[in-house]
Structures are given as C-alpha cells and as structure tokens.
C-alpha cells in the first residue's frame, strides 16, 4: 500500500540553492511547529549542521559517497516507511535510472532552476513519475523576488539563495504557507500517536515540547540545559526519547536511563532501542584516536552514507586508557547513544562533539574530570583534516 503522508522533492541541477532553500523550509516550519522532517536522500548525507556550522569546519568535514544500488534501496525503503510529512532532497546530480525507485515515492515536487536553465530534462522526470508540482521557481543570487502566480502551481523568481543566509521574501513566504497547509493536513493527531508507540513502561521524553518550555522564542536547545533537563527526568529508568534535538542531548537521555534501556523515535523506522555493542572489526565502520589534554578523542566515520539499523553492532572500540572520552563522528544518533552506553558502563566521562559548536557537550561526567554536565570542551574536529574521502 501506498504511503499516504507527503513526501515533497525539491529538485533542481547543483548550485541552484536548493539545499539552501530546503533547510530555510525546515526551518521556518519547525518554528511554525509543524511535525515534519527533511530527508537529504544524496550519498553525500550532509546534515543541519553543515548548514549551521562555521564554513572552514564544515568543508574539512564533507566525507562524499556516491550513490551505489544499497543506497538507493535503503532510501526507498526510508521513504515508504516514513512516518511524518517529509522534505527530500535527492541532491543535484542524480539521474532517474540510478534512483527510479527513489523518485517513484514522490507525492509533490517543487522545481527551483537558476535562469536559462534547461527545464526538459526536469519535466520529463515530472510526467516519468506523474509527480505534481507545488511550486516551479527560478532561482538567482541578485535581483528581486517577485510572486507572477499562486494556483494551481506557486511560480517565481526566489533570490538570495547563499549558504549562511536564511531565505526570505515574498516567494519564500508563500512556499512556506503552501507546505505548512500540506503537512498539518497530514499529519494530524501523529505526534500524540507516536508517543502512545513507545516502549512499554518506559518514561517518555516528549523534547518537543520542553524545547518550547525552555526556549519558545526559537525553539533551540543549550548545553546549558542539559542540569535542567537531568533534575526533571528520572534517572536510571527506562526512557524513550522523542523528538528533534542535537546529538548531545541524545547523547544525554542514553546514559540518563543507565543501566535501564533506553530508545528513541526514528522517523524512519519508528521506535528503537540503543542497540549492544561488541569490540571486532566492521569494514563499514572505522575508528581514530586521539587525545585533548585530560580526554581522549576518538572519532569515527561511517564508510557508507547510510548505516541500517541492528540490534547488536560489532564495532572498533578503542579502550579509554583515562577516565574521559569524546565522541565524534557523523553517526545515526541510535548508535551515537550506544556509544556513550558503551563507555558510561566503564565509568568514563562521555563528552559528544557537534560541529555547528566547534566543541564536545559533557553528557556526562565523573570525579576526575574538572568538567560538569552541560559543560563544553572547544575541541578541533579529530575528521577535519583528513580531507573529503580520504581514508581513516
């Protein structure tokens, strides 16, 4: 059966703005709360926070994929399983015969082209898989924005489209209404139905709504909040953590519930419990080590842009030769909390490091460390300076 929530595919060739233009929507509709989630469907896997983060880190961080048969399947399989309205962005280079199955899950499409660009090749995608169009607007660095139609289709010229900036005007404006009217349609009544999903007996953890208890004016959160958030939420129990956030406080509800559970919501496959870690070799997973004073660093980078989900991993796991280590890697957030599990059971001090900081958050700490919780530790990127694809 067919999934009924949208799936709404910007397209347009390289260095039209596109992803530009997608983060600007999921952006503006998280502060509209509108449940939804954007799906960058290239290999490249490049999430917010290289939208977010300082230009010289994130470029150092780029680690390109390209798109193999597994990779394409596990992002079909991704699509019809979604759970919320999504935004994808397939990237810019992809051809229909690499990501036929990709495109067959498309529901709605907004086209963004730079001027004079070719439109044939976009159009005959469009009518390949009879994908309807919610807007068709051409994109330009200069110039003004101007709104020529609204029905069926939003047509116009959108300007302004540069990484760092926030889009805005008119078009943008109208965009956002559009989706908003979409998504809220669709997804009525999911946010109150995940949550009666979860795990059974496990203390759910709505972050949704505390970020708009804590932060309401921009609904994003501070390391500073993690003593907060620990004194109002039980400790060793079982939680299950719902909700968009950044890895660290991820990183925080895993050794929170130790040594009960601990799961989270993945819009891709629903509810999931942190899966067991055991040491051994795992060509899809490789680990470097190095040291920042008092703590250990230990990156690792996934080999593949996208890593399916187990029960149990078998992983490189470097030993902790002190009572401190900080995480690093571009990772699904599910094995990120099994890595701080993994190191809290030895008693370590598990701090997380997240680009757009250019530092590691202390998730948690210990008697040997001179850090607290909600701490953070100005660190370089142990990724930085590999260099894109270059091997760990």
Known sequence: ??????????????HSGKSVLAFSLSQALRQRKVLHYLLRAAPDGEGDWFAEGPLGVVRTLRFKHRYTP????????HL??????????PGGRPTPKQLELIFAQATHAILLLPQGADRSPWEELLDTYAIPLLADLTSALEGKDEVRETAPVLRGQITGLVRGAQARGPVFEALVERLETLFREAGEGLHAWHLTQAPKE???????????????E???????????????????????????APNWVYGWGAQQAWPAAVALFDVRYGWLAAPSLRPGKNNLVTAMEGHRGEWHHVAFRLQESLLAYRKSLTLPLPSIPGSAVILEGKLPFWLLMALVRHYRAQGKAVSVYQPPLSA????????????????TLSVPSLLANLGENEPV
């Open 360 to 375: 590691a958050v202390v998730v948690t700490s210990s008697s040997d460390t001179d850090l607290s919780l909600g701490d």
């Open 1 to 14: 059966m067919r999934n009924s929530l949208p799936a709404v595919f910007l397209l347009g060739p390289p």
């Open 80 to 89: 019809r399983g979604r759970m919320v309205p999504l935004l994808v962005d």
């Open 202 to 216: 496990h203390h759910v953890v709505d972050l949704d709504t505390l970020v708009d208890t804590f932060h309401p």
């Open 218 to 244: 921009d609904r994003r959160w501070r390391p500073r909040d993690l003593p907060i958030l620990a004194q109002e939420t039980p400790s060793g129990v079982p939680l299950a953590l719902y909700g968009r």
């Open 70 to 77: 597994s990779f394409v399947e596990r992002v079909a399989r």
